[in-house]
């Protein structure tokens, strides 16, 4: 079952947590998860990211804080653009 957008229930939870985000924000994949109402499924949160391409994907870490290594310069790039601190390829603070 899908939404108006196309999107399935989980889908659609996870979109309205990382459209809700702004700048400087930095959650975990597992506090999207969470947040939508899916704890446990942070892998799932991932996989919604790989799919749907207008999401702040940059404002997602690792629970560890580590960026994604596929993209890191750009992770990074844009985290500090938006005033996040990261030292090596995890945020900090």
Known sequence: MTDDDGFTPFEA???KV???TEPGDVLS???VAAEAGFPGAARAVGGVLK???DLPW???VAANGRVIP???KEHIRRLRAEGAT???SRVTG
């Open 13 to 15: 939870a996870v979109v």
């Open 29 to 31: 994949y597992g506090d």
């Open 58 to 60: 940059w404002r997602v």
């Open 51 to 53: 799919r749907i391409d």
């Open 70 to 72: 596929h993209n890191s």
């Open 18 to 20: 990382l459209r809700s």
């Open 86 to 88: 990261v030292v090596g």
